[in-house]
């Protein structure tokens, strides 16, 4: 059975940091594509960052030079270390687990509040 498990968020003040984990069981984890998207309240879900089994990673623009992406294939991880953060990152953090480019799983998102 498959599971994605995203954990981590919470409420910041702008300014902060937090760092995402994105734990996946149930998969050739070291074979797949992991992204993070957020959903901000009243907004359609949206790519933050996303690394392949490469180690190759993407940025959103609105996070490039806050945000890192990166795994850790022994722990079956992805995380997302946020930094820098802004009231306009507050949203539902969702992580997405891509196999051989078909199969695709999502984890059930976790909140993270900034402050202003």
């Known amino acids: 059975q498959v599971q994605v498990v995203e954990s981590g968020g919470g409420l910041v003040q702008a300014g902060g940091s937090l760092r995402l984990s994105c734990a996946a069981s149930?998969?050739?984890?070291?074979?797949?594509?992991i992204g993070w998207y957020r959903q901000p309240p009243g907004k359609q879900r949206e790519l933050v960052a996303n690394i392949n089994s490469a180690g190759t990673t993407n940025y959103a623009d609105s996070v490039k030079g806050r945000f890192a992406i990166s795994r850790d294939n022994a722990k079956n991880t992805v995380y997302l270390q946020m930094n820098s953060l802004k009231p306009e990152d507050t949203a539902v953090y969702y992580c997405?687990?891509?196999?051989?480019?078909?199969?695709?799983?999502w984890g059930q998102g976790t909140q993270v509040f900034v402050s202003s």
């Open positions: 149930g998969i050739p984890f070291s074979s797949s594509a």
């Open positions: 997405r687990a891509v196999i051989w480019l078909s199969n695709i799983y």
